[in-house]
């Protein structure tokens, strides 16, 4: 997911959350980063107070479920929180990302197609749309909608309603704002967007992964002796 940000000169700057997801059979393995800033407050020649960024520490938090069950497991080392129980249903709407149902739903309903197209080999569709309305600045003017064929492989899906009207995999949803050069605001006299995106990565270690795995088993085999 990538999305812009501004700081409060009004510089925009892109904000980018990689989640990296390994499917092992029907077994879900999520690598979630959070993060933690370190803000120092200091006072002018006015003897006003502001607030200056020092650093952005990175963390990771770890979620696994296998498909269709209810329920799944939740790590976060950082807040000192071993595997614990969660409902599935519950991490899934804990961010748009892990579904774009709604979002789908919302592109079709307020937006117009105005244009497709397919790649040579037909593996990639894709889709604009312009929003029919713009009430404020926070709604989009236009949306890229990419499917991947190449991704049928994967049990993982941003929407399966989307997934089965393409038979293919949605892959990419971007919301794209035009510049507007005449807004007082700095940052909207900028183009912007905010994307989310599912592509392929070769993973650093793949033997942790493993051991992920395992984990998972102890503790579906703990939780059925209970």
Known sequence: MVMPLHDNDNNVFDFKREIILVERGSLFIFKIPTYHQTIRNASNDYGEYDSELVRVDSFYYYVMYKQGQRFGYFRDSAKGINWTKIPVDSFRLSATIYSL??????????????????????????????????????????????????????????????????????????????????????????????????????????????????????LETTENLQ
């Open 101 to 218: 149902d709604t979002l789908v739903d919302y592109i079709g309903k307020k937006s117009t197609l105005v244009s497709s197209s397919r790649s040579d080999n037909g593996n990639l569709y894709t889709e604009k749309y312009a929003s029919r309305s713009k009430p404020d600045s926070t709604y989009n003017d236009s949306t890229l909608v990419i499917y991947n064929r190449d991704l049928n492989k994967y049990k993982f899906s941003f929407s399966r309603q989307a997934d089965q009207k393409h038979e293919m995999k949605l892959a990419h949803v971007e919301l794209i704002y035009n510049p507007n050069h005449t807004a007082e605001t700095g940052y909207l006299r900028s183009r912007r967007s905010i994307l989310f995106k599912m592509h392929e990565v070769t993973l650093p270690n793949p033997e942790f992964f493993g051991e992920l795995e395992s984990i998972y088993r102890q």
